[in-house]
């Protein structure tokens, strides 16, 4: 892994066999991720499925196994990456705008997230829908009674549809701000789902790591 080292007033030199692989030019302007304690530079120029495209070949060139991790997100966790341009919620929508995850919403989610913006936030309607619409995350039908009747005993039942519908995609991850009901309650023992926080220190870089096996 190549070292670099800042210069006056933050210049940074990205090495040359990087810049040709990715076709970056002398006075390309890059977009500059902070995740967590993580930067990610992105070519400004380039849409999120080319460069998703060039990590994929240059993981693949290295001889690794490359899937996008499933990841399911909540109400909570939605609303709180629309609402931030820089919380930790914020990086996971990122995350999957660029093409590194693939991330899954329920129809509850939409309807709920849809809910709370037109009551509380109801001239950025428009804007909330349209947002979702450049997302485009995988929507997945809401779980039907019996499927929910298997987590009633195992959360909230409230939460039970959310558990379910998180199970039934086949989600790798289910990002949630409600620690309350999901976190802690050894709901792992009951599915594979890994269920974690935004804002957690590690969550950001174990989705990614998720990626390589």
């Given at each position: 892994?190549?070292?670099?080292?800042?210069?006056e007033?933050?210049?940074?030199?990205?090495?040359?066999?990087?810049?040709?692989?990715?076709g970056i030019g002398?006075?390309?302007?890059?977009?500059?991720l902070?995740i967590?304690?993580?930067?990610i530079?992105?070519?400004?120029?380039?849409?999120?499925?080319?460069?998703s495209?060039?990590?994929?070949?240059?993981?693949?060139?290295?001889g690794?196994t490359?899937e996008?991790?499933?990841?399911?997100?909540?109400?909570?966790a939605?609303i709180?990456?629309?609402?931030s341009?820089?919380?930790?919620a914020?990086?996971v929508l990122q995350?999957?705008?660029?093409?590194?995850?693939e991330?899954?919403v329920?129809?509850?989610?939409?309807?709920?997230a849809?809910?709370n913006?037109?009551?509380?936030?109801?001239?950025?309607?428009?804007?909330?829908r349209?947002?979702?619409?450049?997302?485009?995350?995988?929507l997945?039908?809401?779980?039907?009674q019996?499927?929910v009747a298997?987590y009633?005993?195992?959360?909230?039942?409230?939460?039970?549809p959310?558990?379910?519908s998180a199970?039934?995609?086949g989600?790798?991850?289910?990002?949630?701000?409600?620690?309350r009901?999901?976190?802690?309650?050894?709901?792992?023992?009951?599915s594979?789902?890994?269920?974690?926080?935004p804002?957690?220190?590690?969550s950001?870089p174990?989705?990614?790591?998720d990626?390589?096996?």
């Amino acid at each position: 892994m190549p070292v670099v080292k800042l210069r006056e007033r933050g210049q940074l030199t990205i090495p040359y066999e990087y810049r040709k692989e990715l076709g970056i030019g002398k006075e390309d302007v890059l977009n500059v991720l902070k995740i967590g304690d993580v930067l990610i530079l992105v070519p400004k120029q380039l849409a999120g499925d080319v460069v998703s495209r060039k990590i994929e070949a240059a993981i693949k060139k290295k001889g690794l196994t490359l899937e996008r991790p499933k990841v399911f997100i909540d109400t909570s966790a939605l609303i709180a990456g629309i609402a931030s341009s820089k919380g930790a919620a914020r990086a996971v929508l990122q995350l999957a705008e660029i093409g590194l995850i693939e991330l899954i919403v329920s129809r509850q989610v939409i309807v709920e997230a849809d809910r709370n913006i037109e009551e509380k936030l109801p001239e950025m309607l428009n804007e909330y829908r349209e947002f979702i619409k450049l997302l485009a995350p995988v929507l997945v039908d809401d779980p039907r009674q019996k499927e929910v009747a298997k987590y009633l005993t195992v959360i909230n039942p409230d939460d039970a549809p959310i558990l379910a519908s998180a199970v039934i995609s086949g989600a790798d991850f289910l990002v949630t701000w409600d620690r309350r009901h999901f976190i802690g309650k050894n709901i792992h023992i009951h599915s594979s789902l890994k269920i974690v926080t935004p804002g957690e220190q590690w969550s950001i870089p174990l989705i990614l790591i998720d990626r390589f096996y």
